[in-house]
Nanobody
Framework: QVRLVERGGGSVQPGGSLRLSCAAS????????MGWYRQAPGKQRELVAN???????NYADSVIGRFTISRDNAKNTVFLQMNSLKPEDTAVYYC?????????WGQGTQVTVSS
């Protein structure tokens, strides 16, 4: 079992920045599939960014140039740096890690972008 704890959500004004973190309860070194998803009210959960093969960043078109996904194996943590935030980025953000045949999800962290 792996427990994922997300932190870093909050409320910001348009144009602001937030950095989300997803800390795993054990090593994620062997995972080659991890990413961030989001779900806005009344909408389906959608992929925001992931690391293809565990290393190559892949982004939704709507966040290209604004968001950056990264991982720190030493800290068992995945990050999502979000810059130039827009109101349409408002959602609950979820971390996802596929490890040893099992999909793990965090509890979600709320991001609200509003003036």
């Amino acid at each position: 079992q792996v427990r994922l704890v997300e932190r870093g959500g909050g409320s910001v004004q348009p144009g602001g920045s937030l950095r989300l973190s997803c800390a795993a309860s054990r090593s994620i070194f062997s995972s080659n599939a991890m990413g961030w998803y989001r779900q806005a009210p009344g909408k389906q959960r959608e992929l925001v960014a992931n690391l293809l093969g565990g290393v190559r960043p892949n982004y939704a078109d709507s966040v290209i140039g604004r968001f950056t996904i990264s991982r720190d194996n030493a800290k068992n943590t995945v990050f999502l740096q979000m810059n130039s935030l827009k109101p349409e980025d408002t959602a609950v953000y979820y971390c996802n890690i596929f490890l040893q045949g099992t999909d793990y999800w965090g509890q979600g962290t709320q991001v609200t972008v509003s003036s």
